[in-house]
Structures are given as structure tokens and as C-alpha cells.
Nanobody, 123 residues
Framework: QAQLVESGGGLVQAGGSLRLSCSAS????????MAWYRQAPGNQREFVAV???????KYADFVRDRFTISRDNAKNTMFLQMNNLSPDDTGVYYC?????????????????WGKGILVTVSS
């Protein structure tokens, strides 16, 4: 069964770091572009970063060089290294996968979503 499983969330103080992981089944990982989205309380889900199956990366403007997306192909796992976190980064972070480059960035009709993991940044 195809699935995405996030891990690595938790509570961190402002200025701190967290690394999120997203584990995917083998076929899903190799066939899809993969991305991170997040949803803050009371807000809509928003795009954070994407890494294509060929290695192309894109980031949301608010990332401002604080976050780095990467993939470990040997482990079928995607990561999001988050540094210099602020309370504005608080939310549920979701892993997503889709074979369509435009779709994975748009966030609409994405084929696969993880259940999400909570990141809380205290001031």
C-alpha cells in the first residue's frame, strides 16, 4: 500500500532547528516528485519546498534560505532541514508526492499525502 510517513516534528524554541523526514514506499519514491507543505492554525495549507525526481529544488519565498530539502534515494526518504525557526513556522507539516511537476507545486489534486506532523516553535 502506497504511503508517506512523516517524522521528526516536535517543540523547539525560536532560533532552533528541526529536521523532518518523510519515508515513502519504493515505487512511490522513485516515480514521484516530492514536496513539503504546512498548515498553520486557522490558515490554509501552503507550499514549503519541492524536490523533483531529477533533483530540481524550489522553495517558498518565506523559507529565505532557512530550510533545505533533500532526498536519500538509498533510503527512499525525503528530508526538510529547518534552521532559524520562528513562531510563524508553527504548524502541521505534510509530505506530498505526485508525478506531475506543476501539480506538486500547486498543491491541488496531489496523488499522495502523509498524515502530517506537528512542529511547534515557542517564542
Amino acid at each position: 500500500q502506497a504511503q508517506l510517513v512523516e517524522s521528526g516534528g516536535g517543540l523547539v524554541q525560536a532560533g532552533g532547528s528541526l529536521r523532518l523526514s518523510c519515508s515513502a514506499s519504493g515505487s512511490m519514491y522513485t516515480r514521484n516528485h516530492m514536496a513539503w507543505y504546512r498548515q498553520a492554525p486557522g490558515n490554509q495549507r501552503e507550499f514549503v519546498a519541492v524536490m523533483g525526481s531529477s533533483g530540481t529544488k524550489k522553495y517558498a519565498d518565506f523559507v529565505r534560505d532557512r530550510f533545505t530539502i533533500s532526498r536519500d534515494n538509498a533510503k527512499n526518504t525525503m528530508f526538510l532541514q529547518m534552521n532559524n525557526l520562528s513562531p510563524d513556522d508553527t504548524g502541521v507539516y505534510y509530505c506530498a508526492a505526485d508525478p506531475r511537476w506543476t501539480t506538486i507545486q500547486a498543491g491541488i489534486n496531489i496523488n499522495y499525502w502523509g498524515k502530517g506532523i506537528l512542529v511547534t516553535v515557542s517564542s
